[in-house]
């Protein structure tokens, strides 16, 4: 069978199997890399070379990227054969990547890094504002109110990147004072609003409230919260979200990444003493031990400073 109709066959299938749209994207754009990198279009072509060619070509990367790579095309790969649409176990050519487990910290941001970020979002939001009554900068303008509102949700909640664009305004429940987002493996987790991002939903719903140009007003009535400039039918893109994320690393003079957020959200929920269940509920962990394994050295830390205070010579 071609290479390319046998990743449109294992595409569908891993849509029935209801993985996200994350993952999804990620699985193809692997699998597409690997076939470009080919010069061949049959599965039954295939040899150790071409594998080897691949691999040596993705050195590079990050060994995390190189791990997940192998590990799709393995899946991949096992999955032809099991439906015989190749007649070699082509997999047995992808070994596993064995790496040390390591317990370093998560890197997070700290008390002074938050500040900094909301004083330049502030600061941008307030000198566009004194220009509002033109178009240009009436669209600055609602991009600073939209990056303040997106900055406290990722705080706040510790969601994902892709979870956070997608939020739509029905996810919202003010009275019930809940957030509904659409978590990994299309489900559904309820997480309550914290007061901070209650204020910042305040805010933002009072700043929309001077804009005035039609063409803005028009995608604002999309049923997302956070709309595409080009469809607003659409939510607003993670690269989007990614060009911010550039910007704000230049005020930290530090690269930092949606994601950062995350681990700065459940690693100040440990030093809060918070239970390890109910942060596996809040960030959308499907088990504890998820939690416990990513961020056991955040735990190991703050048990420490507790049980050290404990010891007395006197």
Known sequence: MKINQAINYFMTTLETEQLSEHSLKAYKQDLNQFALSLDKLLLDTLSFEDFHNYFVTISRLKLSTIKRKRVVL?????????????????????????????????????????????????????AYASKID??????LYYCCIRNILIIHILLYTGCRAHEAVAIKKSDIDLLNNTLTLFTKGKKYNQVPIHSKLLNA??????????????ALLIMLESSYLFPSKS??????STRTLHDLMNTLSSVLGRHIHAHLF???????????HMDISTIASL????NPSITLSIYTHEIDAHNKQEQIKKLSFS
């Open 74 to 126: 393995h899946r991949f790969l096992k999955f032809c054969y099991r439906n015989k649409m190749c007649s070699e176990k082509l997999y047995e050519y992808i070994d596993p990547i064995k790496s040390k487990k390591t317990t370093t910290p998560k890197d997070i941001l700290t008390k002074e890094d938050i500040l900094k970020l909301f004083t330049f979002l502030s600061e941008q939001k307030e």
């Open 134 to 139: 033109q178009t240009y900068y009436e669209y």
């Open 201 to 214: 939903f305040t805010a933002y719903d009072h700043a929309i409230i001077h804009l005035k140009d039609p």
């Open 231 to 236: 469809d607003s039918n659409t939510h607003l």
């Open 262 to 272: 995350r681990h700065t959200f459940a690693s100040y929920c440990i030093a809060a």
């Open 283 to 286: 960030i959308s962990h499907s």
